[in-house]
């Protein structure tokens, strides 16, 4: 009962941030510099057409690669 209700949550979750406009997401780098999307709406796909929230969240380095190098600090 309970795994049903976060299941209901997390779906309901995904269905407002999904119609929200831009990207939601919730992003952490560790110590060591690993970087990790948790969670990235579907918004990521009308920013970028090439981007979709699961291939952000298994290569974050997809979004790193974008930006241009006059924008990247030294």
């Known amino acids: ?11 309901k979750l995904r269905r407002i ?3 929200a406009p831009g990207v939601i997401y ?3 780098m560790s ?3 690993v970087m990790r999307f948790e969670f990235v ?3 990521i796909s009308t920013l970028h057409p090439s981007l ?3 291939l952000v969240k298994e290569h974050p380095e997809r979004i790193v690669d974008l930006i ?3 924008e ?3």
């Open 26 to 28: 919730q992003f952490s």
């Open 68 to 70: 241009h190098p006059d």
């Open 31 to 33: 110590r060591r510099g």
């Open 1 to 11: 009962l309970q795994g049903e209700r976060i299941e209901e949550s997390a779906g």
């Open 52 to 54: 979709e929230p699961d």
């Open 41 to 43: 709406s579907q918004g």
């Open 17 to 19: 941030t999904d119609q």
């Open 72 to 74: 990247v600090q030294a």
